[in-house]
C-alpha cells in the first residue's frame, strides 16, 4: 500500500461511458478512490450500493467517489445502470491505476492461491496527496467509515 503524504499517483483510464477521466481532472477537489475486484459480485455490489446510498453526502461535502476494477467499460456500464450508481466506475484491465496503487496482491480462497484486487480505499487531498489509506477494508462499512472520517476532520 502506499504511504499517507505521499502524492497520489496519476493515471487515465475510461469511465463506465468510454470517457477518458484521469485522476488530475479532479485537482481541487477531495477524492474516495476504491479499488474492489469484481462487477456483480456480492460484496462489491454491496460496498457500490452503499456509495450510492451515501452519495449525497459526499457530494455535499465536495468529495468524488472513483471506483475502479479490472472489468471492462462493458461490464461497468452495466454494473453502473443495474444499481443506478452516480458515481465514476474506471475500467483498468491493464492494472495501470491497480498496481500503481500496490493493489495487486496475491490471495489465498479455499487454499487456492491467485493474484486479485484487494479491496482498498485512499482518500486524496485537493493537493493531490494521499490522506489516509484504508487497506482490507469491509464492503458493508468502508462508506460509513470515511463519512466518519470526513466529519471528524471539520
Request: aromatic share 10%.
Amino acid at each position: 500500500m502506499l504511504a499517507v503524504g505521499t502524492k497520489a499517483p496519476d493515471f487515465s483510464l475510461l469511465d463506465q461511458d468510454g470517457n477518458t477521466v484521469s485522476l488530475s481532472d479532479f485537482s481541487g477537489k477531495k477524492i474516495v478512490l476504491y479499488f474492489y475486484s469484481r462487477d456483480n459480485t456480492p460484496g462489491c455490489t454491496r460496498q457500490a450500493c452503499a456509495f450510492a446510498a451515501n452519495f449525497e453526502q459526499f457530494k455535499s461535502r465536495n468529495v468524488v467517489v472513483i471506483g475502479v476494477s479490472k472489468d471492462s467499460v462493458a461490464s461497468h456500464l452495466k454494473f453502473a445502470q443495474k444499481y443506478e450508481l452516480p458515481f465514476v466506475l474506471l475500467a483498468d484491465p491493464e492494472l495501470q491505476a491497480i498496481q500503481a496503487y500496490d493493489v495487486w496482491k496475491e490471495k489465498k480462497l479455499y487454499g487456492k492461491v491467485s493474484m486479485g484486487v484487494v479491496r482498498s480505499t485512499y482518500i486524496i487531498s485537493q493537493q493531490g496527496i494521499i490522506e489516509k489509506v484504508m487497506p482490507k477494508v469491509k464492503p458493508d462499512t468502508n462508506a460509513a467509515e470515511i463519512l466518519q472520517y470526513l466529519a471528524g476532520e471539520q
